[in-house]
Structure formats: structure tokens, C-alpha cells
């Protein structure tokens, strides 16, 4: 299995501050047909995961714009421009490449 | 709007059955595909089954196959999960998901099962 792996796994950051989440593959995630099937999941306290971004950088409707991803290959980051009480949380990394999807470990992004 | 409700989480003896049920509204479900995910402290988030449309394809994680079964009803909008032979590990909160498996789009809030004797 493709194994994620996310960094930092805990994330203090000072309101209206960017943050920077960084989630490396053991295996590319190129697919046959050129994209990246990377998404990141955002899941606040006591809430079910909710998708925030898909294929590295496409933004899910209703996400705001402070929220970006980047990356190819095996090397992707999800950045927030500028850190709001409501992006507490943990955030996931999710491959869709290979077979079986895997996810990352979590980054719990919390406010200092 | 999108929703995913589960039911039939609980607690279960080890060796037992539980059947988890998700009904879906607001999508377009006879074409989604749709995934079961669990989620447990210690490992994290956890795709264990996916299932086609049609269930014509159905795949499972080497942790719950030949104990699971996914199923479909397209009419009644809903996917199950018969869980059977259950270990302590299975015990997590289940997650109902549509999009497939690249997207995962949309999650359900959640059931918790607790294999415990």
C-alpha cells in the first residue's frame, strides 16, 4: 500500500498567521491519464472529514480561498494563507491513485 | 444539499453481526460510486470496501474481507454494510462516503461500533 505521510503532525499557529501543511507518497501519484488523485480532508472537532480540496489543487465549492494546494509526484503541501478560529482541526492527505486509497495520519492544526 | 445519514452502529460481542445502513439524499445515487471508511484513534482513517453503481464491482481491504459484505439499493437510495465474525479491531466510528475511489466527495456524520465482550 502507498504509505502518506504528513508533517508536522501538530500545528500551532497564531490567528490570521499562514500555515503549511507538507504530505509525502512512498509511490508517485501520477496516474495514466497525467493527474495527481491527491485530496485533502479537513475534519473539525466532533464533525465527520470534509473535503476541501481534490487532484492536488482544485478547490471543493464553499471552500474559501485562503485554502491552497500544491505539489506533483510525491510531494504536496496544502496551504492556509491566513489562519481563522474555524480552520481548527485536523487535516488529511488522501491518495486515489493507487489501489487501496490510503490517507495520511493527520495534522491537528490548533491555535496558539 | 448532500447528506449521508448512517445507522446501526452499536455494540457487538466478538464473533457477532452488526448491519450499518447509510441513506443518502440529494445525490444523484444510482450513478455514485460509494465507499465505507473507518476511523480509529490509534490507525487513522481507513477505507475498507467500495462498491460501483451497479454493483458490479466491489472491492474490499484485506482487513474485513470475507467477514464484510457491502451492498446497494439504488431504489431506496442506500448502501449497507453486513459486518460479520467482528474482532475488537473492527471497533471504530464508520463512515458512509460517496465519490468513488479517487474523490470521496461527501461523508456521512458517522456510527460507532465497540466490539467488546
Known amino acids: 500500500d502507498v504509505v502518506m505521510t504528513q508533517s508536522p503532525l501538530s500545528l500551532p499557529v497564531t490567528l490570521g498567521q499562514p500555515a503549511s501543511i507538507s504530505c509525502r507518497s512512498n509511490q508517485s501519484l501520477v496516474y495514466s491519464d497525467g493527474y495527481n488523485y491527491l485530496n485533502w480532508f479537513q475534519q473539525r472537532p466532533g464533525q465527520s472529514p470534509r473535503r476541501l480540496i481534490y487532484r492536488v489543487s482544485v478547490r471543493d465549492s464553499g471552500v474559501p480561498d485562503r485554502f491552497s494546494g500544491s505539489g506533483s509526484g510525491t510531494d504536496f503541501t496544502l496551504k492556509i494563507s491566513s489562519v481563522e478560529g474555524e480552520d481548527v482541526g485536523v487535516y488529511y492527505c488522501?491518495?486515489?491513485?493507487?489501489?487501496?486509497?490510503?490517507f495520511g495520519q493527520g495534522t491537528k492544526v490548533e491555535i496558539k | 444539499e448532500v447528506q449521508l445519514v448512517e445507522s446501526g452502529g452499536g455494540l457487538a460481542q466478538p464473533g457477532g453481526s452488526l448491519r450499518l445502513s447509510c441513506v443518502t439524499y440529494?445525490?444523484?445515487?444510482?450513478?455514485?460510486?460509494m465507499n465505507w471508511v473507518r476511523q480509529t484513534p490509534g490507525k487513522g482513517l481507513e477505507w475498507i470496501s467500495y462498491i460501483s453503481g451497479s454493483s458490479a464491482t466491489i472491492y474490499y481491504a484485506d482487513s474485513v474481507k470475507g467477514r464484510f459484505t457491502i451492498s446497494r439499493d439504488n431504489a431506496e437510495r442506500s448502501l449497507y454494510l453486513q459486518m460479520n465474525n467482528l474482532r475488537a479491531e473492527d471497533t471504530a466510528v464508520y463512515y458512509c462516503n460517496a465519490g468513488g475511489l479517487r474523490f470521496f466527495d461527501h461523508w456521512g456524520q458517522g456510527t460507532p461500533v465497540t466490539v467488546s465482550s
Open positions: 488522501m491518495q486515489g491513485t493507487h489501489w487501496p486509497p490510503t
Open positions: 440529494g445525490l444523484g445515487f444510482s450513478v455514485f460510486e
